[in-house]
């Protein structure tokens, strides 16, 4: 049994409980190559990705950390802590759905969520502080039928603004994304949302063009992989 070191909410950073994590479920580990100048938020850091090699429950598939987070899929105990960012305005301002208006719509939302991960063995997963151990968002890759192609999104409490780990994340699933048998991406932000589109940039997305998304104007980037 590994007691409190699971893949839930509980989930604690600690090199015991990651050992315990990597030894019960078979976990490769992957890091991407270290760069001599990176003026990035990320500044270079080690990146981790963590794999099962044998089939876990559907809610175990995988993990992921970056320096100051580890990410893994939602369950929908999360509800009541993702609500707090789902229901935000201030975050929700360029999503182009808004914000949820009540909890059910929070369940509803990371629902799809689980069943994407069911189908395709990653999702939109839960971002865990590494010092609180508290959620602060989601990310990840969903599939979007408007680009045909696999999309990665971010999206972080207001109170862990402006301090790089948009930028972070979103370099751990550009890393995670050829080893999950993918070899390119799509993103999309707000032609106003300033801060969404330095993270693409800094993260290795290249932008292609101009476009209405869900009703919402949009620079395109793409990552090939």
Not at 41 to 66: D, I, K, Q, T, W
Not at 89 to 108: K, S
Not at 142 to 153: A, I
Request: glycine share 6%; proline share 5%; charged share 25%.
């Amino acid at each position: 049994m590994l007691g409190p070191c699971t893949l839930d909410k509980r989930l604690t950073s600690s090199p015991f409980c990651l050992a315990r994590l990597r030894a019960n479920f078979g976990i490769l580990e992957a890091r991407a190559p270290r760069r001599a100048a990176d003026t990035s938020a990320f500044g270079g850091r080690r990146l981790h990705l963590h794999v099962m090699r044998h089939s876990p429950p559907e809610n175990m598939r995988a993990f992921l950390e970056s320096q100051r987070t580890i990410l893994r899929p939602f369950q929908l105990e999360d509800a009541e802590s993702a609500h707090k960012w789902f229901s935000d305005p201030h975050v929700m301002q360029f999503t182009p759905t808004g914000p949820e208006l009540n909890i059910d719509g929070t369940r509803a939302r990371i629902a799809k969520y689980i069943a994407h991960q069911r189908e395709k063995g990653f999702a939109k997963w839960i971002v865990i502080d590494r010092a609180s151990h508290e959620p602060i968002g989601d990310s990840g890759i969903l599939w979007f039928e408007e680009f045909n192609s696999f999309e990665l999104g971010y999206r972080l409490r207001s109170d862990y603004w402006r301090r790089g780990l948009a930028t972070e994340i979103a370099k751990t699933w550009v890393a995670a994304a050829r080893p999950f048998g993918l070899s390119e991406l799509h993103a999309f932000a707000h032609i106003d949302n300033f801060p969404s589109l330095a993270v693409l940039r800094n993260s290795g997305f290249i932008k292609i063009r101009q476009a209405s998304v869900m009703g919402m104007e949009s620079f395109i980037f793409h990552h090939s992989l």
